[in-house]
């Protein structure tokens, strides 16, 4: 695996539940990030000049989190908070209460937000009914494609350099850094899924069609967007044909999903089970974002039989 930016500092709440910011007491900023792969980003930029609390407990399901009283307060007290508008409706509603001065919206990083335009929030006919995860714009998961990550960085460091002018430096070179470590992981994966046997993913939810969009490779999910809806017995069926038309051998599920509907599914198919990881939560304290997404790549490579 590549060489990690140096600028590493592991949030200490990764291992607890989700609290506001406490003040760091020691001249560094105070930096709240909405959900685990922007946490990552802000700790890599803001290195040692910061300290990062998640508003999503580790672990945590972040399409249905609420935010109590004091994160709420936290939100308009933070020298800088990252967000992902139109994935949490409670931090957007905290956003809009407390309007902190310096806000970094990935939804509005140019690159992000042109391919947020580009997957319409449109779930997969039959795959199920709506409860209530509807995406603003879109599938959000756009940090399965690491260049996104990458762009969203570069505003990072540039509004942590407003809030801290002294060490904008530091900021910017962080960013470049984490830049060229993503980039070494973008030619991993495509090296790396450029010679496989078969192409179709069968997912538990549409979560990683940006991944299948960056790599060529074609995504089909069992549910839509929403990773809670029930698929009905026609989309069943329509991954069932999938399956046997490609040659399919694994059924991908998730972390933070149950994993009955696609269990019960591959064993009516004969097929196996494996894990990928749309990285919406961290669940591991001791794998971060790169050690996941190499992860990932191991598991499609096998399902996916690439030399």
């Known amino acids: 695996m590549s060489p990690r930016p140096a600028a590493l500092v592991l949030a200490s709440a990764l291992g607890l539940s989700a609290c506001a910011a406490a003040p760091a007491g020691d001249g560094r900023l105070e930096v709240l990030a909405s959900i685990y792969p922007l946490q990552f980003v802000a700790e890599q930029v803001g290195g040692e000049h910061v300290t990062v609390e998640p508003l999503t ?3 945590a399901e972040p399409h ?12 308009g007290e933070a020298d800088v908070v990252v967000v992902l ?25 140019p690159a992000v937000a042109e391919h947020l335009a580009e997957h319409p929030d449109e779930e997969a006919e039959g795959a199920g009914t709506d409860d209530g995860h509807d995406h603003e714009g879109g599938d959000p998961h756009f940090w399965l494609d690491p260049t996104l990550l ?9 509004t942590l350099g407003e809030a801290d ?50 790599y060529d490779l074609e995504q089909v999910g069992i549910s839509g967007l929403d990773p809670e809806a029930e698929p009905s017995p026609a989309r069943l069926r329509e991954i069932r044909d999938t399956v046997e038309a490609h040659g399919v051998t694994t059924v991908f599920t998730e972390t933070l999903v149950s994993p009955k509907v ?8 004969g097929i196996g089970t494996a894990v990928l990881d749309p990285l919406e939560s961290q669940t591991d304290a001791a794998h971060d974002y790169r050690d996941v997404m190499a992860t990932n790549l191991e598991a499609l490579r096998a399902a996916l039989s690439c030399t």
């Open 262 to 269: 696609a269990e019960t599914l591959a064993a009516d198919l």
């Open 150 to 158: 990458a762009a969203v960085a570069t505003d990072v460091a540039v």
């Open 165 to 214: 002018p002294e060490h904008a430096e530091d900021y910017a070179a962080n960013a470049e850094a984490l830049g060229a470590d993503l980039g070494t992981l973008d030619g991993e994966l495509a090296a790396g899924l450029a010679q496989c046997e078969r192409r179709v993913v069968v997912t538990a939810h549409e979560a990683f069609g940006y991944l299948a969009e960056r």
């Open 64 to 75: 249905d989190v609420e935010l109590s009283p004091r994160q709420v307060r936290s939100v």
């Open 85 to 109: 508008t139109g994935f949490q409706a409670a931090v957007d509603a905290a956003l809009e209460a407390r309007a902190p001065e310096h806000v970094v919206d990935a939804a509005a990083t």
């Open 57 to 59: 407990p580790p672990g």
